[in-house]
């Protein structure tokens, strides 16, 4: 099946710093590629997805680029805000097309500090 | 309101007592799931539903049961909770020919 890696955290910046989240995936064929979000005592929220290769997911000042080269998603936000402080979840389809389970990375914590 | 609800939000139950987990929503959405968050570990399938008939068990379904009484309404069931069972359990539902997931707010259990 297909599987994702992401950077281990904690991951701690200075308000407006730059921030890059890796992700780094293995998969057959082409499949959609998600950001998950989860702030602090609450359930997962999508941030973004790209469902095609080249595609760039944004939202909320983040973004991430389906790069089929280096099979990777990385997440970046360009100057990061104490309310981006949360666990940051990479995600593809489990399988292949028609499966509709995803698997998620581990997560990487994320704390700005003002 | 919230599309998708999960009751209770905090339970902290004995070690042998019979739980049950309940997942509500109004999205509309045919497919249902039960994940399990522990630190560090990411989200761990549990069982999932494609419609009211059909559930399948996930990559760890040891201990667990399920029972979708409605196209809304998915519940997950620890007939003999176990102190390993501590954790964070979610709900998500999707829909179409999507891969797209929707949570709910999740469900913080203490097992002692």
């Known amino acids: 099946g297909n599987s994702v890696t992401q950077m281990e955290g904690p991951v701690t910046l200075s308000e407006e710093a730059f921030l890059t989240i890796n992700c780094t995936y293995t998969?057959?064929?082409?499949?959609?590629l998600f950001w998950y979000v989860q702030y602090p005592g609450e359930g997962l929220q999508l941030l973004l997805k790209?469902?095609?290769?080249?595609d760039k997911g944004s939202n909320k000042g983040f973004e991430a680029t389906y790069r089929k080269e280096t099979t990777s998603f990385h997440l970046e936000k360009g100057s990061v805000q104490v309310s981006d402080s949360a666990v940051y979840f990479c995600?593809?389809?489990?399988?292949?097309?028609?499966?509709?389970?995803?698997?998620f990375g581990k997560g990487t914590k994320l704390s700005v500090i003002p | 309101d919230a599309d998708v609800t999960q009751t209770p939000r905090n339970r902290i139950t004995k070690t042998g007592k019979r739980i049950m987990l309940e997942c509500s929503q109004t999205?509309?959405?045919?497919?249902m799931y039960w994940y399990r968050q522990d630190p560090g570990l990411g989200l761990q399938l549990i069982y999932y539903?494609?419609?009211?008939?059909?559930?399948n068990k996930g990559e760890i379904s040891d201990g667990y049961s399920v029972s979708r009484q409605a196209q809304a309404k998915f519940s997950l069931s620890l007939e003999s909770a176990i102190p390993n069972q501590t954790a964070l359990y979610f709900c998500?539902?999707?829909?179409?020919?999507?891969?797209?997931?929707?949570f709910g707010p999740g469900t913080r259990l203490t097992v002692l």
């Open positions: 999205k509309g959405h045919d497919r």
């Open positions: 539903s494609f419609d009211v008939k059909d559930i």
């Open positions: 998969a057959t064929g082409y499949p959609s």
């Open positions: 998500a539902t999707g829909a179409g020919g999507t891969d797209t997931q929707y």
């Open positions: 790209a469902t095609k290769a080249d």
């Open positions: 995600a593809l389809p489990a399988s292949g097309a028609g499966s509709y389970q995803l698997t």
